[in-house]
C-alpha cells in the first residue's frame, strides 16, 4: 500500500465548493514534493467549522485506488 503525507489548509468557504458541486477534487503537493489529486469528499470526516486544517497520510492501493485517510498528530 502506497501512503502520501499532505499539509492541507482550505477554508470552510472554499470546501463549500464541494457541498454546492462546483468542486470535486483537492490538488495538493506531498512532503516529498509530488503534485496529487484526490476526491475532495475523503476530507468530510475532518470538516470544522474553519474548514480543513491539519496533516494527512494518504493511502492508496496498488492500482491507486484510495483505501483510507488519517489526520496525524
Given at each position: 500500500?502506497?501512503?502520501?503525507?499532505?499539509?492541507?489548509?482550505?477554508?470552510?468557504?472554499?470546501?463549500?465548493?464541494?457541498?454546492?458541486?462546483?468542486?470535486?477534487?483537492?490538488?495538493?503537493?506531498?512532503?516529498?514534493?509530488?503534485?496529487?489529486?484526490?476526491?475532495?469528499?475523503?476530507?468530510?470526516?475532518?470538516?470544522?467549522?474553519?474548514?480543513?486544517?491539519?496533516?494527512?497520510a494518504i493511502?492508496?492501493?496498488?492500482?491507486?485506488?484510495?483505501?483510507?485517510?488519517?489526520?496525524?498528530g
Amino acid at each position: 500500500m502506497r501512503k502520501l503525507v499532505v499539509d492541507i489548509s482550505i477554508s470552510a468557504e472554499n470546501y463549500l465548493a464541494v457541498y454546492e458541486g462546483a468542486a470535486e477534487n483537492v490538488f495538493a503537493t506531498t512532503r516529498e514534493g509530488l503534485s496529487v489529486r484526490f476526491p475532495a469528499k475523503i476530507l468530510r470526516p475532518f470538516v470544522t467549522h474553519d474548514g480543513v486544517v491539519g496533516s494527512f497520510a494518504i493511502y492508496f492501493d496498488n492500482d491507486n485506488k484510495f483505501q483510507r485517510i488519517e489526520r496525524l498528530g
